[in-house]
């Protein structure tokens, strides 16, 4: 999990919706025409796919991530963030908390999608970053790519 330390994160057990909510996203990023890649790490080991995504209210965000491979295993994970974050940090926070537990799970062939062409162009240095915080994001996941 990216912790910058002014933030407080916490970790909430996920409720039906929000499960179905990530279960939603992975067969809407499967078929998705509007799907980015951000990565490919190329080897003959088996592929494995991080779809992530994050909304934020006034107060607070929820962020997820779906790492699933060519198998049909499926892990998912969504975390509540007490803190007032922005539209794009969601759209950050849980990138960095898929490559962090992608690194855990030793995955080695990791494609990375997004539907959000705005973090992966930031991430590629192709759009300007506006928001003071997302440069520390940023800087943290290339650190982890």
């Known amino acids: 999990m990216l912790m910058l330390s002014e933030l407080d994160i ?3 057990k996920p409720k039906a919706i929000k499960s179905q909510a990530l279960v939603d996203l992975l067969k809407y990023a499967k078929s998705s025409k509007a799907e980015q890649e951000i990565m490919l790490v190329e080897d003959n080991e088996e592929q494995w796919v991080l779809y992530f995504d994050g909304d934020s209210t006034k107060n607070e965000g929820s962020v997820g991530i779906v790492i699933s491979n ?3 295993e499926i892990f998912k994970k969504d975390v509540k963030l007490a803190f007032p974050c922005s539209h794009n940090e969601t759209k950050y926070e849980p990138l960095a908390m898929g490559l962090d537990l ?3 799970m030793k ?4 494609k990375i999608c997004d539907d959000s062409n705005l973090v992966i162009r930031q991430l590629n240095e192709d759009f300007a970053i506006k928001e003071p915080s997302l440069i520390k994001y940023r800087e ?3 650190k982890r790519l």
């Open 102 to 104: 992608a690194k855990e």
């Open 140 to 142: 943290e996941i290339q």
């Open 107 to 110: 995955i080695l062939n990791l």
């Open 70 to 72: 060519n198998q049909g």
């Open 10 to 12: 916490t970790i909430e």
